[in-house]
């Protein structure tokens, strides 16, 4: 800009401040409380969402796969990350359930509600959802099908499908039993946690046998079965009936929790409560007629007599997966997806990445998990965009917030090492507290969907 | 797990959430009274300690009324607490107390904090001086020489 044209640009100014009635130093005075303003705005969304101010410009077509806790998660942080990416979610499930409140609902401490939301809530504007389910998976061709025959290209995929709860692994066993004939069960879905505990219910006021099962394998929230079993526990102390019930917990090898420190602590406080355990017995078959069970012990079939049972069913990778050349051939983690533990990517397919239950990793088919998985697994997708080295950031990070009692809990949170890893100090990993108990009645599920908004 | 100060502000927010709307209702509300209390203050005699400490004895019965029955509240009881869970209770009440006593502030300047009233205009501009009330019970020696005139 030449001076003239500088001085008649400072004229323009100078006349239409004249006009406006403001004065050069007004003018500046505005202009800076303005700047601030805009600043401050600019901050206050860069609090909630620290990433977007270094988005990724990009024009990658990427497809996730799922719309859970893991799914969600890494649609709104991808979405934001990322500018310019071609972003496709594929999910027919319109309604999302907070997973982690199902033991709660199971043991009457809360009410379905609290559990049910909707995805559209969660979903990004800027990402493409599609109503439907992935029945095929063809990595060599970079590309999925989905149940209703569309096929869907990708340069990046993102597997975040959960897993998947084999009911019919147990002979006898269905969907349909639950809430029947003393047959509870608390994963998976929220009207069935609900039936669970108007059978948990009448089991805490009448009493009789009850039997607390776990199966062999991977499993999602592992304590939950343990958590269950001191909930109907603590629930008949509460009501003055506990003498009238004989408790048996039943795991299918020799331990009852992974964290070497809280097997210790429940080895001696299952038998302090008169909770009977059986080692090394997974349930095989069910008779709701009858009300008994079938054990598949190291001595043979053993039959117990029941009148409520807890039943955890075996659970795998869903199918689609499972058959896929994404899926692990080899022990331990047959089905599940081949990913590094660390980074996350796959192992033969480095532009596919998994986050959450589906992952084929030692621990960590936890809501917890998700959260220290994603930010990993999304970081990772993107320095692959960019052709930057992984980050191996994942160690493993799993909680547990393991209830013993109404109103208490420990606070469980450990690596792949085993090694305790308090997020809270000041909260000890190895002693029953109130306040891991509100944290997981009171404040989880705000973190949650905080992670689903890719806030946390 | 690290939790950064930004990531405990969203879960608040997140905690908060479906009482967003009536939190800040109450909120302006509350500047609506304190904006009130300035207007209707001018010229007048304030107090601000007596609605302070009213406040601060409010904040003191919500500290108290909070640690006894958050264990309650939260489905737990006083015998589940211990070490830690003590100091947490005490941190929360002095923060339920704290809060509502921030809230009750502006409430209380209105009810307490204005001493008297403006005078009116027209007593203001009196020229007449209105007659002083006899302090002493003796009139002085010069006063009662000019009665006696």
């Keep these: 800009m030449s001076s003239q044209d500088e001085k008649h640009a400072k004229d323009a100014v100078t006349r239409a401040l004249k006009h406006s009635g403001l004065s050069r130093r007004d003018f500046l005075k505005l202009s800076s409380g303005g700047a601030l303003l805009a600043g401050a705005a600019a901050g206050t969304g860069g609090m909630l969402y620290p990433a977007a101010a270094r988005a990724v410009p990009t024009n990658a077509r990427i497809v996730i796969v799922g719309a859970g806790a893991a799914g969600l998660s890494c649609a709104t942080r991808l979405a934001r990350e990322l500018d310019g990416a071609d972003i496709t979610l594929i999910d027919r499930r319109q309604d999302h359930y907070y997973q982690p409140g199902l033991t709660l609902v199971g043991t009457g401490v809360w009410q379905t509600e609290k559990l049910l939301d909707r995805n559209r809530r969660y979903v990004p504007s800027n990402v493409n959802w599609i109503h439907d389910m992935v029945a095929e998976y063809d990595p060599d061709n970079n590309r999925v099908v989905t149940e209703t025959g569309r096929a869907v290209d990708y340069d990046f995929l993102m597997v975040a499908t959960g897993l998947q709860v084999n009911y019919t692994a147990i002979d006898g066993m269905s969907e349909n039993l639950i809430g029947h004939r003393g047959v509870g069960c608390v994963y998976d879905k929220p009207e069935l946690a609900e039936r669970t505990w108007q059978l948990i219910d009448q089991f805490v006021n009448e009493g009789g046998v009850g039997l607390f099962t776990r199966p062999r394998g991977d499993m999602k929230c592992a304590g939950a079965p343990l958590k269950v079993t001191m909930l109907v526990e603590s629930r008949m102390k509460e009501r003055g009936t506990r003498d009238r019930a004989e408790m048996h917990y039943l795991p299918p090898g020799t331990g009852l929790f992974s964290q070497p420190h809280t097997d210790d602590f429940l080895r001696k406080n299952f038998p302090e409560r008169s909770i009977h355990i059986h080692w090394d017995h997974p349930l095989k078959a069910i008779d709701p007629e009858r009300k008994t069970a079938t054990f598949a012990t190291p001595l043979g079939d053993e039959t117990l007599d029941y009148d409520f049972i807890h039943v955890v069913p075996p659970m795998s990778a869903p199918d689609s997966l499972r058959n896929s050349e994404l899926a692990a051939r080899e022990i331990p983690f047959t089905g599940w997806l081949e990913v590094d533990r660390f980074t996350l990517q796959h192992k033969r397919y480095p532009n596919v990445f998994g986050a959450g239950d589906i992952n084929g990793v030692p621990i960590g088919k936890t809501a917890a998990s998700v959260k220290a998985q994603v930010p990993v697994a999304v970081e990772n997708m993107i320095r692959t965009i960019q052709g930057n080295q992984l980050n191996p950031g994942y160690d493993g990070y799993t909680s547990c917030p393991l209830i013993t009692e109404l109103g208490q809990a420990i606070l469980v949170e450990f690596d792949y090492d085993l090694k305790m890893k308090p997020s809270f100090p000041f909260i000890s990993p190895y002693q029953e507290h109130w306040v891991p108990w509100v944290m997981k009645d009171r404040l989880l599920l705000a973190a949650y969907r905080a992670m689903l908004r890719g806030r946390i | ?149």
């Design chain 2, 1 to 149: 797990m690290a939790f950064s100060i930004l990531g405990l502000l969203a879960v608040v927010l997140e905690f908060f959430r479906g009482w967003l709307w009536f939190i800040g209702l109450f909120l302006l509300l509350d500047f609506a009274l304190t904006f009130y209390f300035l207007k209707r203050s001018a010229g007048c005699k304030t107090c601000w300690v007596l609605p302070a400490y009213v406040t601060v004895g409010f904040g003191v019965f919500i500290f108290v009324l909070a640690m006894i029955t958050l264990p309650t509240i939260t489905k737990s009881s006083w015998a589940a607490l211990s070490g830690i869970d003590y100091l947490a209770l005490i941190g929360a009440s002095i923060g339920f107390g704290t809060l509502f006593a921030i809230l009750a502030f502006p409430f209380m300047l209105n009810l307490l904090g204005i001493r008297s009233r403006p005078r009116p205009t027209s007593q203001a501009t009196r020229t007449e001086t209105p007659p002083q009330p006899q302090t002493s019970p003796q009139p002085q020696p010069a006063m009662a020489e000019k009665i006696a005139d």
